[in-house]
């Protein structure tokens, strides 16, 4: 509805709706008042020393980080992306995201239930004129490692082949999909 109402796409309006659930105070059931779910980045969004980029940068971080991390550490965390954010480029705050991601979690554990929130595959869109799709995969380390053993068999380059390394993985992936797994030698 909102969507209708503003006249923008699915994509912004769902992208409104997680910013002012993020942002904005909230009222628990009985009308207490409780603060925004991010504060800080909150007050330096209102203040206008912030743009949506560097909003996106933080709400990544948030999404990534491993539920092993307390609530004091996702606190302070969420201070200092807020403050330098304040400063510095979108660009340079993700750098900034990365190196504090890897301060908090150095050892990069993440639990089955840090990677089932995450993990899926989704279509960005519909079929596009010329029929073909676009889609983004989300894997676990697992999944990967298959996928790149089978795309590094399947999708290897041979001396004749004038296909695109992005063609070849399709069609390796086509392959797979189709039931095709004879190893190459």
Do not use: Y
């Amino acid at each position: 509805m909102l969507a209708d109402v503003l006249r923008i796409s699915r994509t912004a309006a769902k992208r409104r709706m997680r910013d002012a659930e993020q942002l904005t105070p909230r009222t628990t059931l009985t009308g207490e008042a409780l603060p925004a779910l991010l504060p800080a980045t909150a007050t330096a969004w209102e203040a206008g020393d912030l743009d949506g980029e560097h909003v996106r940068v933080i709400q990544k971080f948030f999404r990534d980080l491993p539920d092993h991390v307390g609530p004091v550490e996702v606190d302070k965390a969420e201070k200092s992306l807020a403050e330098h954010a304040r400063n510095v480029r979108p660009d340079q705050l993700e750098k900034i995201a990365d190196r504090l991601a890897t301060h908090l979690n150095p050892d990069g554990r993440f639990s089955e239930e840090d990677r089932a929130r995450k993990r899926g595959f989704l279509w960005c869109g519909g079929q596009r004129a010329d029929g073909m799709s676009v889609g983004k995969l989300t894997a676990t380390p697992e999944l990967r490692a298959m996928l790149d053993a089978w795309l590094a068999n399947f999708a290897a380059p041979t001396p004749d082949d004038l296909r695109s390394h992005s063609q070849r993985q399709h069609d390796a992936l086509a392959e797979l999909v189709g039931g095709g797994s004879e190893i190459r030698n």
